[in-house]
């Protein structure tokens, strides 16, 4: 008699013991392998530096930070159902309201210099940290999508001292930011007067993205194993070749950006004036070492925010009554201009646009300040 018939002979009363006893270890070990390959649990909070760092150091040590906390006036932190949000306030109360919504990889102190020109020129600005950066929480999840994104706007505007509705406020957004505004604006078109966007995402090509790139950011890839990829390309570890100069179908340095890749001219760049050592990469390896959720909010934003293919959103701001305002960089790798223009003008419309390029890449809102505030001083009037 067989092994396998000696383990079912006796009494029938042991067939569904031992049945029930398969299944059961058969789905233990299918339930193992699979956590094995999945994900570790996430938590639904990851805090910023302003509860993990600061509360450690003295008022001299914040100052001398790559992101010192009282860089700029008027900080606040505001409580919410989806972490502390990270924001500032300053300008003259009766001046026209304008919201500045930053970029992926640093926070709003990237655009710094251009909100302090605004003021000068009678502006109310506000800026603050998009979730998983700089001193805002990153709800560990959540999508880091428009929905988000949008939310944590209302969330800034309304912990304002003065009201920024219902008469409106305008929005000047930058890279990952102007695809936020582009998606805020369409969704509350009567909150927002007007619109600038400087090197906008959203519209993106998808030739810009290779297969290795749709890969690692696919569910086929663990969460934990992007994060370890992107986190290591972001400090600095072996990587394919650099970021371009410009980009092109033949050339996708958009992808490059995906994956975290260094470009030295883009991150030698002073954010601050006076404040040398203030540049985007010291920015960036700050949130690296300091904040717990940084990575996994640039991965995340990758995935859920407005990168690419966005244009049934765009295609709304050409029902608006009034113009959007669209810088671009000539040399810039990551929104290329020429095909930006082609892009917009099909999708919003050429009469709806007033479209301008400036001399410089991807970081012209910092070293091109100059150029930019003038561009939006013509296009408002002030």
């Not at 789905?27 to 600061?54: D, N």
């Not at 932190?77 to 990889?105: F, N, Q």
């Not at 603050?128 to 805002?136: A, H, N």
Request: charged share 25%; with cysteine; glycine share 8%.
């Amino acid at each position: 008699m067989s092994a396998f018939s000696q383990f079912f002979k006796g009494s029938p009363r042991n067939f569904p013991l031992i049945i029930g006893t398969s299944v059961a270890t058969t789905l233990a070990v299918i339930t193992l392998a699979k956590l094995a390959l999945q994900s570790p649990p996430k938590s639904r909070l990851i805090l910023s530096p302003r509860e993990t760092l600061l509360p450690r150091l003295t008022e001299e040590e914040q100052s001398l930070l790559s992101y010192p906390p009282d860089l700029f006036p008027g900080a606040r932190d505001v409580s919410s159902p989806y972490g502390t949000i990270r924001v500032y306030e300053w300008g003259p109360e009766d001046g026209r309201k304008v919201l500045m919504l930053h970029g992926i990889s640093t926070p709003c102190l990237s655009l710094g210099k251009l909100a302090h020109a605004l003021v000068k020129l009678g502006c109310r600005v506000l800026l603050f940290d998009l979730f998983g950066r700089g001193y805002s929480d990153s709800p560990a999840d959540l999508p880091l999508d428009s929905r988000l994104y949008s939310t944590e706007i209302l969330i800034a505007i309304t912990s304002s001292p003065i009201p920024w509705t219902p008469e409106g406020f305008s929005i000047v957004g930058y890279s990952l930011g102007g695809g936020i505004a582009v998606d805020f604006t369409v969704s509350f078109p009567s909150m927002v007067k007007s619109l600038v966007l400087l090197a906008p995402a959203g519209l993106i090509r998808p030739s810009h993205f290779g297969w290795v790139s749709r890969f690692m950011y696919s569910d086929n890839v663990p969460d934990w194993l992007l994060e370890w990829v992107v986190e290591r390309r972001l400090r600095g570890g072996p990587i394919r070749p650099q970021v371009a100069k410009t980009g092109d179908e033949d050339h996708p340095t958009t992808e490059a950006e995906v994956k975290g890749n260094r470009n030295p001219e883009y991150e030698a760049v002073v954010l601050v004036e006076g404040r040398q050592d203030l540049t985007i990469a010291a920015s960036v390896k700050w949130q690296l070492d300091f904040h717990n959720g940084f990575v996994k909010s640039f991965c995340n934003s990758i995935k859920h925010s407005s990168i690419e293919r966005r244009q049934e959103s765009w295609r709304m701001l050409g029902e608006r009554e009034d113009q959007v305002l669209i810088v671009a960089g000539r040399t810039d790798p990551v929104i290329v201009a020429d095909e930006l223009m082609v892009d917009v003008f099909k999708v919003v419309g050429e009469e709806k646009v007033r479209w301008r390029v400036v001399d410089s890449a991807h970081e012209f809102p910092v070293t091109k300040m100059e150029e930019v505030v003038d561009e939006i001083r013509s296009f408002w009037g002030i």
